[in-house]
């Protein structure tokens, strides 16, 4: 058992009050951990310990009156999410810069995977800044798995969002860049965009809007990620063959991502694509449909669509079987396809829309 208050008991007279209590209303100082009480609470060896504190600056940050460094409820914490990003394959020191990088909240939201720490995310907003009074109940249990939180797909999902988003508050372009790749070295580009990257973006997205990430970060998240899945294209560009679909967005739409996760799915499964990018008119999609003379069309909007969609009159002039598969939360429910040759399905997820565009025969390239 390891002795939380090593000073002896000094025995006073009933009422008598000890020089060393608070005042009324004081700060009760903070409990403080050595370095082999967390090793054993964390299940991590204390040369690990002192080998992160040492080079990369996660370490105890509370000092004792007789200079002794101590771990604080939220060094310890600092320490946990560190411990679960290098268990994943995040290189140690962007590890430590992301988690570094967070505020006491952030770093509760982001151990609280399932809302099962009760009162952990409370108690680090309540102990305000650097070290603030969180209560010394125990984050994690025997092996250092945090109570109540979920292991194993999910889990590394939330915790790669969330080191992701911490990269993109510092403009940490190396670790987001390293962040991404690991992602789709252990998942298929669908279930990379579907679990991290659109979740990511989202957040990402999210805090801009409230005003506490500037449109540099939102900018940076978008670059590094458009190179990435163009990379995973390159990659397999030998592997395509047949006539290209076409990706294409509605005529104003910005937002092309998801279109860019979809070719790199697409070129996976050896399936080659056109993307023509954001923001097409429709005379000119018109024009590279018939030129190209695809089988397929896939179609992105996340702004919303009028029920007439106007497009469709465009494409009175397609003569042969096209399939126009949409996409987004833009499209209005039962919206009504064209007439003549070309037909409309509509997708609702990712991998119903690379179901679509990926033909039978294709799905053994996987």
Do not use: C, K
């Not at 020089?19 to 700060?27: I, L, V």
């Not at 979809?262 to 018939?290: I, K, Q, T, W, Y």
């Amino acid at each position: 058992m390891i002795d939380m208050n090593p000073q002896p008991a000094v025995s006073r007279e009933p009422g008598q009050t000890d020089p060393a209590d608070p005042e009324p209303g004081e700060r009760q100082p903070e409990l403080g951990w050595p370095v082999g009480a967390v090793s054993e609470r964390l299940a991590i060896a204390a040369p690990t310990l002192r080998s992160w504190d040492r080079r990369h600056g996660v370490g105890p940050s509370l000092r004792t009156r007789g200079n002794h460094r101590r771990y604080t409820e939220l060094d310890i914490r600092r320490v946990l999410l560190m411990s679960r990003l290098t268990a994943q394959g995040v290189p140690a020191q962007s590890a430590a810069d992301s988690v570094l990088a967070m505020d006491a909240a952030s770093i509760a939201e982001r151990l609280d995977g399932d809302r099962g720490l009760t009162g952990l995310r409370a108690a680090a907003s309540a102990g305000g800044d650097a070290a603030g009074g969180v209560e010394s109940a125990g984050v994690a249990g025997r092996g250092g798995a945090p109570v109540g939180a979920r292991e194993g797909p999910e889990q590394e999902a939330i915790d790669l969002v969330e080191a992701i988003v911490a990269a993109a508050r510092t403009l940490d372009a190396r670790t987001m860049s390293l962040l991404y790749r690991q992602v789709m070295r252990r998942r298929e580009v669908g279930r990379a965009w579907v679990e991290v990257f659109a979740p990511a973006l989202r957040r990402v997205g999210d805090l801009w809007q409230e005003g506490r990430l500037g449109v540099q970060s939102e900018h940076l998240t978008s670059e590094l990620l458009q190179s990435e899945l163009r990379a995973v294209v390159r990659a397999n560009r030998l592997r395509v063959a047949g006539l290209p679909v076409v990706l294409a967005s509605a005529d104003d739409e910005q937002h092309h991502l998801p279109l860019l996760a979809l070719e790199a799915e697409l070129a996976r499964h050896g399936v080659a694509s056109l993307f023509l990018g954001p923001r097409v008119p429709s005379d000119a999609l018109v024009s590279a449909l018939r030129e190209s003379q695809p089988r397929a069309v896939f179609l992105w909007a996340s702004l919303a669509r009028p029920q007439d969609e106007p497009f469709w009159r465009d494409l009175e002039v397609i003569d042969w079987p096209l399939e126009v598969v949409i996409g987004g939360p833009g499209w209005p429910d039962g919206v009504a396809g064209p007439g003549g040759p070309a037909s409309v399905t509509r997708v609702v997820d990712f991998d119903a829309a690379v179901t679509a565009l990926v033909p039978r025969s294709a799905g053994s390239l996987r």
